[in-house]
Each structure stands twice: as structure tokens, then as C-alpha cells.
């Protein structure tokens, strides 16, 4: 029976409930880290090691990086990847510029028609345009085969958009109207004291755009010829649909290929890691900035 008045939340956790809650985290911590281990060790292997354990090895005995040497000395997943990266830097920065100037400007109350504004953003959440209207638009601004096709149909994000309006909306007012009495105007206001004070949710809307950029696919395969795909176009072609990668390439060099396998798990981490790289800088800021972003306002 308990004796304490404060809250069950509160309370110390029992050895058992701390046993419990360490065996979670271990049980967790497998299931998300064994496939990854299992791709990476698999991309080191040689075709012995994979055939004898079935196609995944967890401990190559002979690690090699040979399926990473042919997979970039083709140029094909070299073009990919620094598209992809073009692409992901460009496009995050265009879209972060644009969305938090508006959100910036909905912000405002007193902004005529700022109302009537943020409901036709917020009908793009509802409502999408469909395939064929979006290919015709792309088609009609002439951004065929361009990367601009990309980023342009992209460039906004309706729930990005909210999320930093409602925290622009949080911030004190008085702040802001002190800065205009003393003579500053609203661009460096806000560059001066809205976004030092937004850094954690600008950081996380940030990643929402460079996640999506990087994994940008379905706009990519309507309007992009193969010359220049992105990343996981290629992935897609050569672990999904299982296409040849570098047989050609060593046996033009008088090599034997590395196992298929390990090419095609080489090219699954090429296009995991530049991300997994960027998002421990941005992970302190992750949990504060989506629920501050979400609940102010």
C-alpha cells in the first residue's frame, strides 16, 4: 500500500521496474541495430562468407572493401550521390528560406488577407493536385529533366509551415514591438532575434526537409531521365530490381566482381550513412523543437 502522496510518476523505480525498463531499451536497441549491422558486415564480405551464412554475416572474417571501390569506380552511383546531395543542400535551403519568411509573415495579425493565406496552405494538406496535374504544371514551367522539378513542387511544406508559425506566434510580442520602436525593420528582426531564439525548431524543420530531399523518388522517376537520377533511384534499380552492378567494370579490369549482394548492400549504405551522419547534431533539438513548435500558438 502506498504511503507517499506524491504521484505514481514520481515515485523511484522498483529493481524489477528498472530490470524491466533496461531489458526494453536492449530488446529495442537489437531490432534497430541488427538489420543495419547485418547490411554494413554484408557490404565487407566476400561471396564464401555470404553463401555460408545465408546471405547476411554479422562477422566477416575477411572484411573487404572491394564492393565499395567498384560501386564508385563506375561513376554511376558517384553522379547519384552528389546529385542527391545538390539537390538535398539546395533544396533544404530554398524551402527553409521560403517557409520561415511566411511563416514568419502569418504570424502577424495584423497581416491583411494572412488568414486567407494560411487556409489555402492548409488546403494543399487535404486536397493534392494528382499525378497528372503535377506532371502538367512541371511540364508547362519547363522543368522536365530539370532539378528544379525537385524542389520547386516541394518547396513548401504546409505542416512545416504551421509548426513555425505557431512558434513565431509564442515568442513575446513586447520583444518584438520594442525592436520596432528602436528602429529595426521586420528582416532584421528577424534575423536578429526571431531565429536565435528558434534555433531548435529550425533545426528540426530543417531535417524534415533534407529527409525528404535525400529520399526524394516518385518526382525524380516522372521527371528526371536516368542520366540523372538521384541516389535512391539507384538504389532502387540495382537492389530492388536486382540489376548488374560493377560485373562489368572488374571484368573489364581482368577482376573477379565482388558478390552481388555485397554491391547492393555497398550502395544501401552509401545512401543511409550522409544521413545517419547529419542527425546526431540535430537529435537535442528534435523532441524540443516539434513539441514547442506543435503546442505554442
Given at each position: 500500500?502506498?504511503?507517499?502522496?506524491?504521484?505514481?510518476?514520481?515515485?523511484?523505480?522498483?529493481?524489477?521496474?528498472?530490470a524491466?525498463?533496461?531489458?526494453?531499451?536492449?530488446?529495442?536497441?537489437?531490432?534497430?541495430?541488427?538489420?543495419?549491422?547485418?547490411?554494413?558486415m554484408?557490404?565487407?564480405?566476400?561471396?564464401?562468407?555470404?553463401?555460408r551464412?545465408?546471405?547476411?554475416?554479422?562477422?566477416?572474417?575477411?572484411?573487404?572493401?572491394?564492393?565499395?571501390?567498384?560501386?564508385?569506380?563506375?561513376?554511376?552511383?558517384?553522379?547519384?550521390?552528389?546529385?542527391?546531395?545538390?539537390?538535398?543542400?539546395?533544396?533544404?535551403l530554398?524551402s527553409?528560406?521560403?517557409?520561415?519568411?511566411?511563416?514568419?509573415?502569418?504570424?502577424?495579425?495584423?497581416?491583411?488577407?494572412?488568414?486567407?493565406?494560411?487556409?489555402?496552405?492548409?488546403?494543399?494538406?487535404l486536397?493534392?493536385?494528382?499525378?497528372?496535374?503535377?506532371?502538367?504544371?512541371?511540364?508547362?514551367?519547363?522543368?522536365?529533366?530539370?532539378?528544379?522539378?525537385?524542389?520547386?513542387?516541394?518547396?513548401?511544406?504546409?505542416?512545416?509551415?504551421?509548426?513555425?508559425?505557431?512558434?513565431?506566434?509564442?515568442?513575446?510580442?513586447?520583444?518584438?514591438?520594442?525592436?520596432?520602436?528602436?528602429?529595426?525593420?521586420?528582416?532584421?528582426?528577424?534575423?536578429?532575434?526571431?531565429l536565435?531564439?528558434?534555433?531548435?525548431?529550425?533545426?528540426?524543420?530543417?531535417?524534415?526537409?533534407?529527409?525528404?530531399?535525400?529520399?526524394?523518388?516518385?518526382?525524380?522517376?516522372?521527371?528526371?531521365?536516368?542520366?540523372?537520377?538521384?541516389l535512391?533511384?539507384?538504389?532502387?534499380?540495382?537492389?530492388?530490381?536486382g540489376?548488374?552492378?560493377?560485373?562489368?567494370?572488374?571484368a573489364?579490369?581482368?577482376?573477379?566482381?565482388?558478390?552481388?549482394?555485397?554491391?547492393?548492400?555497398?550502395?544501401?549504405?552509401?545512401?543511409?550513412?550522409?544521413?545517419?551522419?547529419?542527425?546526431?547534431?540535430?537529435?537535442?533539438?528534435?523532441?524540443?523543437?516539434?513539441?514547442?513548435?506543435?503546442?505554442?500558438?
Open positions: 500500500m502506498r504511503t507517499s502522496s506524491r504521484p505514481v510518476w514520481m515515485e523511484p523505480p522498483t529493481r524489477l521496474g528498472l524491466a525498463k533496461v531489458m526494453t531499451l536492449v530488446i529495442i536497441s537489437f531490432v534497430v541495430l541488427y538489420p543495419f549491422a547485418a547490411v554494413v554484408t557490404s565487407l564480405s566476400t561471396q564464401d562468407e555470404i553463401t551464412n545465408g546471405g547476411l554475416v554479422l562477422f566477416p572474417v575477411e572484411p573487404t572493401l572491394e564492393a565499395y571501390r567498384v560501386i564508385f569506380s563506375g561513376g554511376t552511383v558517384t553522379r547519384a550521390l552528389l546529385v542527391s546531395v545538390a539537390v538535398t543542400v539546395a533544396g533544404t530554398a527553409l528560406s521560403v517557409t520561415v519568411a511566411m511563416a514568419f509573415a502569418l504570424a502577424r495579425r495584423e497581416l491583411t488577407g494572412g488568414r486567407a493565406i494560411l487556409m489555402v496552405a492548409l488546403f494543399t494538406m486536397f493534392s493536385p494528382g499525378i497528372i496535374p503535377n506532371y502538367l504544371l512541371v511540364k508547362e514551367l519547363g522543368l522536365l529533366n530539370s532539378f528544379g522539378s525537385l524542389i520547386l513542387p516541394a518547396l513548401v511544406s504546409a505542416f512545416n509551415l504551421v509548426v513555425l508559425r505557431s512558434f513565431f506566434m509564442g515568442l513575446p510580442q513586447e520583444l518584438l514591438e520594442s525592436a520596432r520602436m528602436d528602429g529595426a525593420g521586420d528582416l532584421r528582426i528577424l534575423l536578429r532575434i526571431v536565435p531564439l528558434s534555433k531548435a525548431v529550425v533545426a528540426v524543420v530543417s531535417l524534415f526537409y533534407a529527409v525528404a530531399y535525400w529520399n526524394a523518388f516518385f518526382n525524380a522517376l516522372l521527371y528526371l531521365e536516368s542520366d540523372k537520377w538521384p535512391p533511384l539507384i538504389l532502387r534499380l540495382y537492389v530492388l530490381q540489376q548488374p552492378l560493377g560485373a562489368d567494370i572488374a573489364a579490369a581482368g577482376e573477379v566482381p565482388p558478390p552481388a549482394q555485397a554491391l547492393q548492400m555497398a550502395v544501401v549504405v552509401v545512401a543511409l550513412v550522409p544521413i545517419l551522419l547529419v542527425y546526431p547534431f540535430l537529435q537535442r533539438y528534435f523532441t524540443k523543437g516539434v513539441l514547442t513548435g506543435a503546442v505554442k500558438g
